[in-house]
């Protein structure tokens, strides 16, 4: 697989607003090429740590690198087009068509690619018909559009995704069928992504690697499989436990019958 995302690394960093401590002294290096996701419970800290990367929050201390580079050394918008963001209300612009909501990002960094042809390929990238360009975002599904979320966040062809709970609020199947194409595009496109999820099947299917963030901490940083065997801190074992019960309900059920 060949691997376009960078590593990141991250070194005692802190971001607090007042007495909360939403990201607490944290520490964490992700290898070049991951898909690592990122639960925890509300108010735990996973957005303000993706926003710190992309630089939409500054830490109060700590040190953050994208590959060699510290965040801070590199222009915000040299920065935003190397990094994809997708977040859980989308965010297209409802007076703009499909198309021009995937080009903005280029449209703003005065990219001169062909923008037309561009879009077509992210079309075909996140599997939406070609006749969807011309479209409103009203006149779209949630799933699509979201799919065009992902195409907008892939246009200036970034090497790093951040996806806050990108699938969040659609129905379960269409969550489903976007996380396995993600993953895909993750592989294809050979990404490094950091996805939030409140969803712990879908971490563990989708993802190499899982943190769990309490207080604005990794208190578990597992593979699926070891999160599975049960062979975790505790606040990881609180929510495996539901999936693991859940798996286990249906293989019950299917043998009933
Ligand atoms: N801009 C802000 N101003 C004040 N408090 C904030 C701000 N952003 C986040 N927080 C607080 O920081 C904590 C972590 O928030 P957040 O990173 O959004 O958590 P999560 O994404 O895991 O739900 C929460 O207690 C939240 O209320
Ligand atoms: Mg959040």
Request: proline share 5%; net charge negative; charged share 25%.
């Amino acid at each position: 697989m060949r691997v376009s995302g960078p590593s990141i690394s991250l070194n005692k960093v802190s971001r607090h607003y007042g007495k909360v401590r939403a990201v607490d002294s944290l520490s964490l290096e992700i290898a070049a090429g991951s898909l690592v996701a990122l639960v925890g419970l509300s108010g735990s800290g996973k957005s303000t740590l993706l926003k710190m990367i992309n630089r939409l929050v500054e830490p109060d201390s700590g040190a953050i690198r994208i590959g060699d580079e510290p965040v801070e050394s590199i222009d915000p918008h040299i920065l935003r087009r190397r990094i994809g963001y997708v977040f859980q209300n989308i965010g297209l612009f409802p007076h703009m068509t499909v198309a021009r909501n995937i080009a903005i990002g280029l449209e703003l960094a005065g990219e001169n690619e062909a923008r037309a042809d561009r879009v077509a390929e992210l079309l075909d990238l996140v599997e939406l018909p070609q006749d969807m360009a011309s479209r409103m975002p009203e006149q779209l599904s949630g799933g699509q559009q979201q799919r065009v979320g992902v195409a907008r966040a892939l246009a200036t062809r970034p090497g790093l995704m951040l996806m806050d709970e990108p699938f969040g609020a659609l129905d379960p199947v269409t969550r489903d069928n976007l996380t396995y194409q993600y993953k895909a595009l993750h592989d294809k496109l050979g990404l490094t992504s950091i996805i939030v999820t409140h969803d712990m099947a879908e971490a563990l299917y989708l993802a190499d690697r899982i943190l769990v963030m309490k207080d604005g901490q990794i208190k578990a940083d597992a593979t699926p499989a070891d999160l599975l065997s049960g062979n975790v801190a505790e606040e990881a074992e609180a929510l495996v436990a539901i999936p693991r019960a859940q798996a286990a309900h249906l293989i019950a059920l299917s043998k009933l019958s």
